[in-house]
């Protein structure tokens, strides 16, 4: 069975672009989830959605938004980018009605801002 | 404020058993959660304890205090494949973990 899946792998924009990052869940999986990792640091909560609603939101500005499809699959958008935008970029998917459980995560798209 | 603190690093030995600790703060509590993340890997799943007690899982078992806000990953039997960072995570809200900064475990022959 695949796993959480992440596109694209690596990213290169330059400050005031925007990035597109793409996830598809575990299939069954109804809830997708976005955390930002700098470099060397820990996993910052950006969105939670569920059934294609946001439920949660992390402290990040609106420029950090997402959506999630009817295949449950997401993307998440990043707009006017700024150079510590630059970080590894998780999706995670969970069962539906999400959980605080057990994640299971992609590999990340590594977002550099240039 | 709302923060969780877990050491930086910790070196052992294979063989030699490893804990970590973590301390947290928050507004609400859903739970203490423990992932490994190879270098340049994805985090995977290693325990959950929403109840106080330990929780055992094969060579590594995890420990909460609600009461004190404290919990640990107990590491057993290393194994050069366990050098990986390791965190600690917290849920303040349903759907939301909050994760530690890390503690990369060095494990040496």
């Known amino acids: 069975e695949a796993g959480v899946t992440q596109s694209p792998t690596h990213l290169i924009k330059t400050r005031g672009q925007q990035a597109t990052l793409r996830c598809s869940p575990i299939s069954g999986h109804t809830s997708v989830y976005w955390y930002q990792q700098a470099l060397g640091l820990g996993l910052q909560f950006l969105l939670w959605?569920?059934?294609?609603?946001?439920?949660n939101r992390g402290n990040f500005p609106p420029r950090f938004s997402g959506r999630q499809f009817p295949n449950y699959s997401s993307e998440l958008n990043v707009n006017a980018l700024e150079l510590e935008d630059s970080a590894l970029y998780l999706c995670?998917?969970?069962?539906?009605?999400?959980?605080?459980?057990?994640?299971?995560f992609g590999s990340g798209t590594q977002l550099s801002v240039l | 404020g709302q923060s969780l603190e877990q050491p930086s690093e910790v070196t052992a030995v294979e063989g030699a058993i490893v804990q970590i600790n973590c301390t947290y703060q928050?507004?609400?509590?859903?739970?203490l959660s423990w992932y490994q993340q190879h270098d340049g890997g994805a985090p995977t799943f290693l325990s959950y304890?929403?109840?106080?007690g330990l929780e055992e899982t094969g060579r590594f078992s995890s420990f909460l205090s609600r009461s004190d806000s404290y919990g640990y990953l107990l590491l057993q039997e290393l194994q050069m494949k366990d050098s990986a960072s390791y965190f600690c995570?917290?849920?303040?809200?349903?759907?939301?973990?909050?994760f530690g900064a890390g503690t990369q475990v060095v494990v040496t022959p």
């Open positions: 928050t507004s609400g509590f859903y739970g």
């Open positions: 959605y569920d059934e294609g609603e946001e439920r």
């Open positions: 995670a998917s969970s069962l539906g009605g999400g959980t605080n459980e057990k994640l299971f």
């Open positions: 995570a917290v849920g303040p809200s349903w759907g939301k973990l909050q």
């Open positions: 304890n929403a109840l106080d």
